[in-house]
């Protein structure tokens, strides 16, 4: 038999089994049918016989799928399902797709994206319709096909009715009755505000807390011999509790502000004037510690004109009582100013209706659960009202002063602790009542909906900036490698990204160095918050990544622990707990707790978190300094070496220490010597004053005048740049 006829008959039976592969293939993945073999004219049989080597391998797939195509049109056909209409132009697509769902987008049929896959790295045998494929894919299978690609729109989906909870409309002043007046007591740290409450209510919070600091609001009602009430709250005077301070004065009536005598006017001072000016609440000055020898009341009055505070006696409204909170001297003159004030104010509220009220304070308690401080406003509340704050609601189980007693009702201007809420609310909220439990489901589901409303059109911006971004990136490499094939620039692409490949367990090491992931858990909403205020002003990225993975309120728990164990963090905790079992847990999984009292010294020991993750700086410590008189050179074998005479004018030079040559105050050369002698003999070290000659580990021409100093390099930790304000 001629040899030409046996090849092709190979080549026959070769294509033969390629198809049947290719059939199988087509079988199980794409339609499940059986296959009928369609003749194609676009590539007849016989020219791909007659020079196999001239026909690729993607070229064979393509002429099966378009057989493979032809009868799945038939097919469908058969089966009268509804033609998909061509997409022209962009197409729609999102983050995860179905095979199914990309083919709809594009007008397309299944087996079109089956094609258009081939060119990726994906397994196609693994493939089924309801796959998902990535952004990535998608987006190269639209170019593949000639379309282009847009993010798909939200569903907007049908306007819900506003089933918010409001406000009442203004009472009418024939039902107003007087209301204690709400003072707050604001001033720079440790100016006496606490003792001055201390004084005033005959109690010894400052005993109690932590570095004589107070760390939360609290609200406090006190009764004068005079008959009079005041509802005072105590808000934090340290520079992180700047926002506790300002939630304070949104619900205040009078602003009493504390200022030390011997101390004048400081940046919290400043503070708290602007906070009660921008609430449009009137102050009363106390200055205090006027019984220290250094006091000088004249000098604070002065120093508060530049602030625009003005006193009675320069010709403004302000009243200024000189006292001593710890001494108890001149209290009630003070008591008496703020009656007064508060009688020229006329507070009155309507104590009939739905309660309105203003969170203080908020806490997770073990005995009894979520717990609330509030002021009350309008109405009366009282023991099975329904309320809602924020996105939770409450129906009210017992209700206690600031003492722990149990009460029975609370009126305006009343300080409250509120038990009976579901989940905890922020400080700071409004408190409305609504009339029933399904009321308050309903105020809470709107106030969830309009939440993950805003937080999803938000995320789709931030979406549609990193695909338009990646867009473009992505556009300038394909720019760059457009005068190649496409084999070759998947040779390209894998030079370039095969370090990538290679070092990503190093990466990542190095990316955990260079990031503290920080859990923070306190007692109280408010401390979490300040808390998070102060973190929120790091600036130092640059050096080393801040990720706050989580925070709450509570006791330091399991969860805490796996949390921080899967991000490689550190657990905070602010007048927290861990009982004996976590700090095993922690202990045995390496994970580190900080337990902290008082705000500052967190802060302090965050910030030695974040040094330890810095990498040490190299500093050179120089050990002596040595100038060139004269030059010369010796000859060893072949080559001539220079030789520099020096002096050594300051510290030793020592042969094992590194070496810097300076020429006019530029760094030329850097390494170790190669000799060092004084006179013709190999010596080590040359002290201040001694003549040597030396030369260098490298050929470099020695000009006189030069300086040669001798230095050893030391790793010292390095600091964060970052200030948090105290």
């Known amino acids: 038999m001629n040899r030409g006829l046996i090849l092709k008959f190979e080549n026959l039976v070769q294509l033969r089994g390629a198809c049947r592969q290719l059939r199988t293939v087509s079988y199980r993945r794409v339609y499940r049918g059986q296959w009928k073999p369609v003749q194609s004219s676009a590539h007849p049989v016989w020219s791909v016989l007659l020079y196999p080597q001239f026909w690729q391998k993607d070229k064979l797939i393509s002429i099966a799928l378009s057989q493979c195509r032809h009868l799945a049109t038939k097919e469908e056909t058969k089966k009268k399902k509804k033609k998909i209409a061509l997409t022209k132009g962009e197409v729609a697509v999102k983050q995860k797709m179905t095979i199914e769902e990309l083919a709809r987008a594009m007008g397309k049929d299944i087996d079109h994206i089956y094609e258009a896959l081939l060119y990726t790295d994906i397994d196609l045998d693994s493939l089924e319709p309801d796959s998902i494929l990535y952004e ?22 049908k306007e819900r009715e506003n089933t918010d909870a409001v406000k009442r409309p203004p009472a009418d002043p024939a039902v107003l009755t007087p209301r204690p007046p709400v003072v707050t007591i604001l001033g ?16 010894q919070v400052a005993s109690m807390e932590a570095g004589g600091i107070t760390q939360h609001i609290g609200a406090f009602l006190v009764h004068l011999p005079s008959g009079e009430k005041i509802t005072f709250l105590d808000t934090p005077g340290h520079a992180a ?65 530049a602030h625009d505070v003005v006193c009675e006696e320069f010709g403004g409204d302000v009243q200024a009582v000189n006292i001593s909170a710890l001494k108890g001297e001149n209290l009630m003159v003070l008591a008496e100013a703020t009656v007064a004030l508060a009688e020229m104010l006329e507070l009155k509220a309507d104590s009939t209706g739905l309660v309105e009220g203003t969170v203080i304070e908020s806490r997770k308690d073990k005995g009894k659960g979520p717990v609330t401080t509030a002021i009350i406003q309008r109405g009366t509340l009282r023991k099975g009202c329904v309320l809602v704050a924020g996105k939770t609601w409450a129906k009210v189980r017992f209700m206690f002063d600031e003492n722990g007693k149990a009460v029975d009702a609370a009126s305006p201007g009343i300080p409250v602790e509120i038990m009976g809420w579901k ?31 805003e937080r999803m059109k938000r995320d789709v911006e931030v979406i549609e900036a990193k695909q338009k971004e990646h867009r473009m990136d992505y556009e300038k490499k394909q720019q760059k490698l ?18 990538v490949m290679f070092s990503k367990p190093k990466e990542r090491t190095e990316m955990d160095k260079n990031m503290l992931s920080v859990i923070v858990k306190g007692d109280v909403d408010g401390s979490v918050e300040a808390i998070l205020n102060i973190l929120d002003s790091y600036d130092a990225d640059s050096e080393c990544k801040l990720d706050i993975i989580h925070f709450g309120m509570g006791d330091i728990s399991e969860t805490d622990i796996n949390l921080a164990e899967a991000f490689n963090g550190v657990i905070f905790g602010f007048s927290v707990k861990a009982n004996e079992g976590i700090k095993q847990l922690a202990a045995k999984k390496g994970i580190k707790i900080k337990l902290h009292n008082i705000i500052y010294k967190l802060i302090e020991d965050l910030k030695d978190e974040l040094n330890s993750r810095l990498p040490p700086s190299v500093v050179e410590n120089t050990i002596g ?31 094992k220490m590194k070496f810097k040559l300076i020429r006019k105050g530029d760094v030329i050369w850097r390494g170790s010597l190669s000799s060092l002698k004084h006179h013709k003999d190999d010596v080590q070290v040359i002290k201040t004053g001694m003549d040597c000659g030396l030369s260098l580990d490298k050929y470099i021409e020695f000009n006189i005048g030069d300086e040669i100093t001798c230095y050893e390099e030391k790793e010292v930790q390095q600091t964060t740049s970052w200030d948090p304000g105290f």
């Open 625 to 655: 300094e040595a100038s060139v008189l004269d030059i010369f050179s010796v000859t060893v074998g072949k080559n001539k070496i220079p030789v520099a005479g020096c002096r050594v004018q300051k510290g030793l030079l020592d042969k």
């Open 136 to 157: 990535d894919h998608i987006k190269l299978i639209v170019k593949k096909s000639g379309m282009k690609y847009k993010s798909a729109k939200l569903k907007e989906e």
């Open 241 to 305: 509790f700047s926002a506790m301070r300002a939630r304070g004065t949104h619900v205040t009536d009078i602003v009493i502000l504390v200022v030390a005598a011997e101390d004048g006017v400081m940046q919290q001072t400043i503070e708290s004037i602007q906070h009660a000016k921008n609430a449009g609440v009137p102050l009363i000055l106390a200055i205090n510690k006027c019984d220290k020898p250094e006091a000088d009341p004249e000098r604070v009055k002065k120093e508060l004109l």
């Open 188 to 203: 720079h740290v440790d100016h006496g505000k606490t003792t001055l409450l201390d004084s005033l209510r005959k109690t």
């Open 423 to 453: 989940e905890v609310p922020s400080a700071g909220d409004e408190i409305l009542e609504v009339e029933s439990e399904q009321r308050a489901h309903e105020v809470v589901a709107w106030r969830t909906y309009v939440e993950q409303q």
């Open 482 to 499: 457009a005068h190649l094939t496409w084999r070759q620039r998947k040779a390209v692409l894998y030079k370039a990204n095969k370090h």
